[in-house]
C-alpha cells in the first residue's frame, strides 16, 4: 500500500472514531478511492445507496453498530476486513491468479486442532479427538503465505478452537493487518478471552447455536443453549462484535428460521448471522437430518425476507450460490486447512492431495484437486444448486477419482461413492424445487425489467 493510501485509510479510521454516521458520504468517497481496480464498485454504489437512506435495514444495522460496539473493533474490522482483505487484497489476488491459472482464496478456513469439548449429534469432529494440531508456527506459516497471495480473513474451526485460544489472541497480535474469525461452542469463553478480544481488535466470534433451547441441546447436550447464551451476555458487555452460527436440518429449520429466534439473537447483540445445511459427512453421519427441498426453499425465501427487514446480516452459504457464481470452495473464495494438515478444497470435503506441512500454499492451489474445481467450476447452471456434494454428486466423485485425491477422515476414510450415495436422493429432490425457485426468480425479474422499460 502506497503512502497516499495509508494516508487515506487513515483519515477513513479518524472518522470512525467522532461522529461516524455523519461521516458516512466522505467514507464510501475514500473507499471508492482505494478500489483502484474498480473491482467493488458495485458493491461500493449499493452500499452508500442503502446506508445513506435513514429508513433503510442497514442504515439502522450501522447506527447501532457504532453505538454498541467498541470504537477500535469496528475500526480493525474496516482496516483489515474491508480496505486489506477486499480492496487491497482482491487485486493482488486476482493478479496472482492470473499468473499460475488456479485459484486464489478471499479467507482461508483452517482447524487448530481437532480437539472438542463437546460430541454433538452428526458432528464428524467429534470422532477426531485431540489428535491433531496446527503448531502456532504452522498457523503462522499460513498468515504470510496467505498474505503475499492477497489473503486477509482467517477463520478459525475444529474441534473447538478456542481450546487453542491464546495462540489465536497470540496471532491476533502478529498480524494486525488480518481479520480473524472462529466458529466456537460459546463454552470457553470468559472475561479475560474478551479483555484479550477487545486488546487485539481484530478477531470475532461466532457462536453455534441450533434455534431454541431444547433444539440446542438436543444436537450439542443439555446446558449448552445456556452456555452460548452467558458468552453472548460477556461480548456484549465487553462490546465485543459476534454473530450466530447454525445448521438447520430437518428438525430445526423453521425454528432458526422463525423471527422469534431471528429477533432474540439481534437483541442479544448478534451483528451477522451464518446459516449452514446439514451435510452428512463421516462414518456417524445421519442423513435423516437433510434438509428437506421444502425446508431449503423455506431458508431461500427467509434469509432474503430478513435481509430486508431485520439490522443483521444473514448469510445461507448454499442458498447464496446466485451471488457468488455457484460453489465457492476449492480457493475460488475459500478453502480448508484441517488440524492434521491437509488442504482441502471444502471443510464439507474431506479429501486431498497434499498437506500444508510438505508444499506451500501456492502448490496446494495448484494441486490436483484444487485444479479439478478450477475447471469445473460452477457445477451446475442453476446458481441454487452450486455444491459438488449435497447438489451434484456426480462432479465430487469425478474430481475425487480424475485426480486421484485421498480421503482425509482422520478415523473413518470414506470412499467417494459410499459419500455421495448419502446425498444422491437428497440431491434429487432438491433439483427439481431449486429449478422451479430459479425460473420464478428469472420471471420476476424480466417482469421488473419489463416495467422499468
Not at 467498541?70 to 487485486?91: P, R, S, T, Y
Not at 482467517?154 to 489472541?169: A, Q, T, W
Not at 456426480?394 to 446425498?423: F, I, Q, Y
Request: net charge neutral.
Amino acid at each position: 500500500m502506497s503512502r497516499i493510501q495509508r494516508t487515506a485509510v487513515n483519515l477513513l479510521l479518524n472518522y470512525i472514531s467522532d461522529r461516524p454516521m455523519e461521516k458516512l458520504p466522505k467514507m464510501f468517497e475514500i473507499a471508492e478511492k482505494l478500489d483502484r481496480g474498480k473491482l467493488h464498485a458495485h458493491q461500493i454504489r449499493a452500499m452508500r445507496n442503502a446506508l445513506l437512506d435513514e429508513n433503510n435495514v442497514w442504515h439502522i444495522f450501522v447506527k447501532n453498530l457504532f453505538r454498541d460496539v467498541d470504537k477500535k473493533i469496528i475500526q480493525k474490522l474496516v482496516e483489515c476486513f474491508f480496505v486489506n482483505g477486499n480492496l487491497e487484497g482482491e487485486a493482488r489476488a486476482r493478479a496472482i491468479e492470473k499468473k499460475y491459472d488456479c485459484n486464489v482464496p478471499w479467507a482461508i478456513l483452517m482447524d487448530p486442532t481437532s480437539a472438542c469439548n463437546l460430541s454433538c449429534t452428526g458432528c464428524w469432529a467429534a470422532q477426531y479427538g485431540g489428535k491433531h494440531n496446527l503448531s502456532y508456527e504452522t498457523l503462522d506459516s499460513i498468515c504470510r503465505q496467505g498474505k503475499e497471495l492477497g489473503t486477509y480473513f482467517y477463520i478459525f474451526s475444529g474441534g473447538e478452537p478456542l481450546m487453542r485460544k491464546k495462540d489465536i489472541i497470540r496471532l491476533c497480535q502478529e498480524h494486525q493487518d488480518c481479520y480473524f474469525f472462529a466458529f466456537t461452542n460459546g463454552t470457553l469463553v470468559d472475561d479475560e478471552l474478551c479483555r484479550e478480544m477487545l486488546r487485539v481488535g481484530n478477531f470475532a466470534l461466532a457462536f453455534s447455536i441450533e434455534g431454541d433451547e431444547e433444539a440446542t441441546d438436543m444436537r450439542r447436550g443439555k446446558g449448552c443453549y445456556r452456555k452460548v447464551i452467558e458468552a453472548m451476555d460477556r461480548m456484549r458487555a465487553h462490546r465485543l462484535l459476534f454473530g450466530y452460527s447454525t445448521c438447520y436440518h430437518r428438525y430445526n429449520t423453521e425454528s432458526v428460521g422463525s423471527d422469534e429466534f431471528v429477533d432474540d439473537m439481534i437483541a442479544r447483540g448478534c451483528r451477522f448471522a451464518w446459516n449452514f445445511t446439514y451435510m452428512p459427512i463421516g462414518k456417524d453421519a445421519r442423513p435423516d437430518l437433510i434438509a428437506t427441498p421444502e425446508q431449503r426453499a423455506y431458508m431461500y425465501r427467509r434469509i432474503r425476507e430478513i435481509r430486508e427487514t431485520k439490522p443483521i446480516f444473514a448469510m445461507d452459504f448454499w442458498n447464496d450460490g446466485e451471488y457468488s457464481n455457484g460453489c465457492i470452495a476449492g480457493g475460488k473464495r475459500y478453502l480448508h486447512i484441517n488440524a492434521a494438515g491437509d488442504v482441502e478444497p471444502c471443510a464439507f470435503i474431506h479429501y486431498s492431495n497434499v498437506n500444508i506441512h510438505d508444499v506451500t500454499l501456492l502448490e496446494a492451489l495448484r494441486s490436483p484437486l484444487f485444479m479439478a474445481y478450477r475447471r469445473n467450476q460452477p457445477f451446475n447452471s442453476n446458481p441454487l444448486r452450486p455444491c459438488p456434494l449435497l447438489d451434484n454428486p456426480e462432479a465430487l466423485a469425478s474430481m475425487v477419482k480424475e485426480s486421484g485425491a485421498k480421503s482425509t477422515d482422520m478415523e473413518a476414510p470414506e470412499d467417494v461413492d459410499v459419500l455421495c450415495a448419502k446425498t444422491a436422493p437428497a440431491a434429487k429432490a432438491w433439483s427439481e424445487m431449486a429449478d422451479r425457485l430459479w425460473k420464478e426468480k428469472q420471471e420476476s425479474r424480466e417482469a421488473v425489467g419489463g416495467a422499468v422499460q
